[in-house]
């Protein structure tokens, strides 16, 4: 698996989920993902992971896309939605299956072990009284290794982690692995900086682009924002959306969260001419989670 070459012009992204607005979160992922690329003069991608219309709200998307904006995040291409891109997955799959490394499925969740570790029960066939249900890519034994730089050397032996794993869904979708793989090369993405709640994915996603001979981005996660509690903040648990916060204090907190020492008193401009001039990512807290302090 390869990675980009030093003369490759540097391209990041941000894919934010359009299950509900903004939040603070996704708006470190994001300031975190814009600064690594756009300090060292590269490209900057937004993508929108409609991939799973059960789990969409409404206007979600154009809400995330107008707090960007409003933030002084702003891409460098015309956003891409995932949702128009399904004939790519589907040829994925399809070259994956004729190559032997993929595999109709009939197991449903509740046929899986309590480990969720699937067994290969459909592996070398269908078996009796199951009809296909989803596509599972084959793993093999050896270990996946790749150095995020951020949390450091990983290394992850997916038959025993999670077992032949879904890239397309009972419900007729493509799975989020598959997706993401498939237009992360499609972008020329050759960096991928988000939170470290995706670093379980990523050892399952740097396989996945080696058997579709693939490029492998440079991997970095930061850690994940936790509130007082000690929850993530998510859109799930219905953290307050970004949209309540004052840009430029907005910008300092995420600065700060990510180890960056912005001066307090800047307006939005100055403080991203600021964190322009003055990014690093070896400051960034190597632990994967980390409280907010607000």
């Not at 540097?10 to 470190?28: E, K």
Request: proline share 9%.
């Amino acid at each position: 698996m390869s990675s980009p070459s030093p003369a490759t012009p540097v391209t990041g992204r941000f894919a934010p989920s359009p299950t509900g607005d903004l939040h603070f979160g996704s708006l470190i992922a994001a300031v975190a993902s814009f600064l690594e690329a756009k300090s060292a003069g590269g490209r900057w991608l937004v993508r929108i992971d409609d991939i799973d219309p059960p789990r969409e709200q409404p206007g979600s998307a154009e809400r995330i896309l107008r707090d960007l904006d409003r933030f002084g995040l702003k891409p460098d291409a015309p956003v891409l939605y995932q949702g128009s891109r399904t004939e790519a997955y589907r040829a994925a799959v399809t070259r994956l299956q004729e190559r032997g490394l993929a595999f109709p499925c009939g197991c449903s969740r509740g046929d899986l072990p309590e480990s969720g570790v699937y067994p290969g029960t459909c592996r070398a066939g269908l078996a009796p009284g199951k009809t296909p249900r989803s596509v599972r890519l084959k793993v093999s034994g050896e270990p996946v290794r790749f150095t995020d730089r951020i949390q450091g050397p990983q290394e992850e032996n997916l038959r025993e982690a999670v077992g032949d794993f879904v890239i397309w869904r009972a419900d007729d979708l493509p799975a989020y692995q598959l997706a993401v793989v498939v237009d992360d090369a499609w972008q020329e993405v050759s960096e991928v900086v988000r939170g470290a709640d995706l670093l379980d994915s990523t050892a399952r996603q740097v396989y996945l682009q080696g058997c579709l001979d693939l490029p492998t981005p440079v991997y970095a996660h930061h850690p994940v924002a936790l509130d007082g509690d000690g929850r993530k903040l998510s859109k799930r648990d219905g953290s307050d959306p970004v949209a309540r916060l004052r840009p430029a204090r907005a910008l300092w907190l995420a600065l700060r969260f990510l180890g960056q020492d912005c001066p307090q008193d800047l307006d939005l401009d100055s403080a991203w001419r600021w964190a322009l001039a003055h990014w690093r990512l070896d400051r960034v807290p190597r632990s994967r989670e980390a409280a907010l302090a607000l």
